[in-house]
T-cell receptor, first 112, second 111 residues
């Protein structure tokens, strides 16, 4: 079992819809969770982080964390074609941990 | 100037050659990392460093070495390059407990 698993996709949604990206992790002691967006040919860019159970909203993005289920998700509301990218989930064992473990990413396409 | 600068951006080298990838950052962070990215395999950690005197192996360190010359500089070396080291290499930096800022990447091809 991989430490961090994401739906491989690709995921396709129409413009204006909600895109839902999911991630599960195996280390129950994990405490820090991150979402990165990576456009084709570019480097990953941090877009959200969450440390506590529940929801965290930032503009059109909402990160959701459920530590009991070892599950973290990213919702993108009012999806735009510019949101088309690969989204990487990353997990750190604790807030002082030296490294993040990444999932393989989910590729999202938003169709006009 | 970019917060995290990687050089070169692209490199083609021959099997058996030694090659160094360089990374410098202006963020003032102590923590620096080297990852490689392969299609379908996500980002895999090669080495990471908490400060100049602290170097740690990641999950795929074999065939690689690193040097932390200063807080702002962290270099990755392939002592004898082989074709399966062809990949996209990213340097990253972070403050304690937070997410990463990545460099633009180095696309390395070993022929």
């Amino acid at each position: 079992q991989k430490e961090v698993e994401q739906n491989s996709g690709p995921l396709s949604v129409p413009e204006g819809a909600i895109a839902s990206l999911n991630c599960t992790y195996s280390d129950r002691g994990s405490q820090s969770f991150f979402w990165y967006r990576q456009y084709s040919g570019k480097s990953p860019e941090l877009i959200m982080f969450i440390y506590s159970n529940g929801d965290k909203e930032d503009g059109r993005f909402t990160a959701q964390l459920n530590k009991a289920s070892q599950y973290v998700s990213l919702l993108i509301r009012d999806s735009q074609p510019s949101d088309s990218a690969t989204y990487l989930c990353a997990v750190k064992a604790n807030t002082n941990a030296g490294k993040s473990t990444f999932g393989d990413g989910t590729t999202l396409t938003v169709k006009p | 100037d970019a917060d995290v600068t990687q050089t070169p951006r692209n490199r083609i080298t021959k099997t058996g050659k030694r090659i160094m990838l360089e990374c410098s950052q202006t963020k003032g962070h102590d923590r620096m990392y080297w990852y490689r990215q392969d299609p379908g395999l996500g980002l895999r950690l090669i080495y990471y460093s908490f400060d100049v005197k602290d170097i740690n192996k990641g999950e795929i360190s074999d065939g690689y070495s690193v040097s932390r010359q200063a807080q702002a500089k962290f270099s990755l070396s392939l002592e004898s390059a082989i074709p399966n080291q062809t990949a996209l290499y990213f340097c990253a930096t972070s403050p304690t407990g937070y997410g990463y800022t990545f460099g633009s990447g180095t696309r390395l091809t070993v022929v």
